[in-house]
């Protein structure tokens, strides 16, 4: 089922509003999280960035609204909710999950003939043209499925022994397993917008190999950062993220636009 609201402040919770902005970061959260996971970056950046965290239906601030199951229909929304906030360059970044939805986002944009990012950071996930090597797991018995996701260490194990929030927030978290699990990658051209891909040292879903792939997606410049940390090193290693990340912006601002605005 599709959210029916579409309004910006919906889709732009935590938004670091700042009118010297130059630039706009478009942040997409991994399965399960939110738009906090990026309250609070604003600071380690550029002063003429603007951090626009998105906030997905069914979680945080908008947990009462149906989630998406397909990534097709969630392109297809965050297209249309985020459209009036991209006149001002920007760019993406997204982890995990987020890195899937900034990219097949800026496909999406480049199909509807609108602006391009920029440039697309994407975190903890490998090439989208890789074939997944997990088993799906968003089908699976309560007991199996929270077991996974203790394997997975990716949520607290005070959430996960709490049976009445596990009861609220199992429903978003199969729904962003299905959204991964039932992506399929389609053939296009390579984007234009450069790519900054990280990966955590210690990472056994993501392979230094896995990220190196990306380099295929673009025409434009790749760079790769191998970081301390396991698949969440985007939490465990936050400063080290912003200042790859503000080094880059510096990078892409500076470079001629690909496009008038």
Not at 82 to 108: K, Q, T
Not at 179 to 197: F, K, R
Request: with cysteine; net charge negative; hydrophobic share 40%.
């Amino acid at each position: 089922m599709r959210p029916s609201s579409n309004a910006p402040d919906r889709w732009l919770a935590y938004r670091e509003v700042n009118p010297r902005a130059k630039m706009r970061v478009f942040c997409f959260p991994y399965a399960g999280g939110g738009a906090s996971i990026y309250r609070g970056w604003g600071a380690s950046l550029p002063g003429d960035v603007e951090v626009c965290p998105v906030q997905i239906p069914g979680r945080e601030s908008r947990l009462r609204e149906p989630g998406f199951a397909e990534p097709g229909p969630m392109i297809q929304a965050i297209a249309d909710a985020l459209d009036p906030s991209m006149n001002l360059p920007f760019v993406f970044f997204g982890h995990s999950m987020g890195a899937m939805i900034a990219f097949e986002l800026a496909r999406e944009l480049r199909r509807r003939g609108r602006p391009q990012p920029l440039h697309l950071f994407v975190s903890g996930r490998r090439a989208p043209q890789l074939p997944t090597r997990e088993e799906p797991i968003h089908a699976l018995p309560d007991a199996e499925f929270i077991e996974k996701l203790r394997e997975l260490n990716g949520t607290p194990e005070e959430v996960l022994q709490h049976e009445e929030l596990m009861k609220l927030i199992t429903p978003i978290l199969r729904a962003d397993f299905s959204v991964n699990e039932t992506y399929e990658y389609t053939e296009e051209p390579p984007l234009d917008a450069g790519i900054s891909a990280f990966g955590g040292l210690g990472d056994a879903e993501v392979t230094r190999e896995d990220l190196e792939a990306w380099k295929e997606s673009t025409r434009g410049r790749f760079r790769l950062r191998m970081l301390p940390g396991d698949h969440f090193f985007i939490n465990s290693h936050r400063d080290l993220i912003l200042e790859s990340v503000a080094r880059d912006l510096a990078e892409v601002s500076a470079a001629p636009a690909p496009r008038a605005w």
